[in-house]
Nanobody, 116 residues
Framework: VQLVESGGGLVQPGGSLRLSCVVS????????MSWYRQAPGKGRKGVSC????????YYSNDVKGRFTISRDNAKNTVYLEMSSLKPDDTATYYC??????????RGQGTQVTVSS
């Protein structure tokens, strides 16, 4: 089982990035797939989630309208499209997978830095 995030980097305020989470060892569509972030000195915070059953998406208030989560079942990959990025979005972003039976997996994270 493996979740591998990529796509992070340094971007100017107002810019965009697309994070990818490639899943292996299980089907991403069978799990609730989420993106969390953790800024230096702060706790982990949920950003977005896509449900396993009907694909319903959820967003935290501070990213709603700017971020979009999606899942490509053929590629077994989950994406987080981020636009209108702000310095407050700077954090390490983690992809996680949770099943109804209690299985939980997390990737190693990808760093996003928003700075001019």
């Amino acid at each position: 089982v493996q979740l591998v995030e990529s796509g992070g980097g340094l971007v100017q305020p107002g810019g965009s990035l697309r994070l990818s989470c490639v899943v292996s060892g299980f089907r991403a569509e069978d799990y609730a797939m989420s993106w969390y972030r953790q800024a230096p000195g702060k706790g982990r915070k949920g950003v977005s989630c896509v449900s396993s059953d009907d694909g319903t998406t959820y967003y935290s208030n501070d990213v709603k309208g700017r971020f979009t989560i999606s899942r490509d079942n053929a590629k077994n990959t989950v994406y987080l499209e981020m636009s209108s990025l702000k310095p407050d979005d700077t954090a390490t972003y983690y992809c996680t997978a949770e099943s109804w039976s209690g299985d939980y997996y997390r990737g190693q994270g990808t760093q996003v830095t928003v700075s001019s």
